[in-house]
């Protein structure tokens, strides 16, 4: 069964720093892996999407890259903002389509 | 506006009393599936369906029950809830691909189930 780990849990920093988030994965056989944000109390909002063939993906100041066989996914997060506090979540499809998450990344960007 | 919608929001209720949770989507997604969010344990899938009338088992299918008459809807019943039931409730949908594989996945913003 696939397991999907994020480290650390919880992480602060500075505003205006550039973090790395990391996600790893037992099980190489991925159709994709997706990262999402979830605000407290709020549902969960897409952020990346990389396909099993691609090595990253960019949108604005947030890069994705995916080393598949390492079973090891990055989330980098460039000049870091108050308003990207959030908690930060990996998934990864497996072969059966079914979807496994990580238990996340709480992010505190400190003002 | 393209969205998930989940009903109801909150809801408490008591052990045994059944109640279904409804999910709809309008974006003519064929893929929809079902989540539990715990403390430490993180996102569990509980079913997915990839198409009407096609639904399958998650990690966590034990005491639910999904169906998937329409396109739109997928609700997920819990014949008989127990306390350990209680969770917050996600429900999502995404397109397919040619090869199968589900895309972007939309998430409703949640339903926090409470079981006495």
């Known amino acids: 069964k696939q397991e999907v780990t994020q480290i650390p849990a919880a992480l602060s920093v500075p505003e205006g720093e550039n973090l790395v988030l990391n996600c790893s994965f037992t099980d190489s056989a991925i159709y994709n892996l997706q990262w999402f944000r979830q605000d407290p109390g709020k549902g969960l909002t897409s952020l990346l999407l990389?396909?099993?063939?691609?090595r990253e993906q960019t949108s604005g100041r947030l890069n994705a890259s995916l080393d598949k066989s390492s079973g090891r996914s990055t989330l980098y997060i460039a000049a870091s903002q108050p308003g990207d506090s959030a908690t930060y979540l990996c998934a990864v499809r497996g072969g059966a389509n079914n979807l496994f998450f990580g238990t996340g990344t709480r992010l505190t960007v400190i003002p | 506006e393209a969205q998930v919608t989940q009903n109801p929001r909150y809801l408490i209720t008591v052990t045994g009393k059944k109640l279904t949770v409804t999910c709809s989507q309008n974006?003519?997604?064929?893929?929809m599936s079902w989540y539990r969010q715990d403390p430490g344990l993180g996102l569990r899938q509980i079913y997915y369906?990839?198409?009407?009338?096609?639904?399958d088992k998650g990690d966590v299918p034990e005491g639910y029950k999904v169906s998937r008459k329409e396109k739109r809807n997928f609700p997920l019943i819990l014949e008989s809830p127990s306390p350990n039931q209680t969770s917050l409730y996600f429900c999502?949908?995404?397109?397919?691909?040619?090869?199968?594989?589900?895309?972007?996945?939309?998430f409703g913003p949640g339903t926090r189930l409470l079981v006495l």
């Open positions: 999502a949908s995404s397109q397919r691909r040619t090869s199968g594989a589900a895309e972007t996945q939309y």
């Open positions: 990389i396909q099993s063939s691609q």
């Open positions: 369906s990839m198409n009407v009338e096609v639904t």
């Open positions: 974006m003519n997604h064929e893929y």
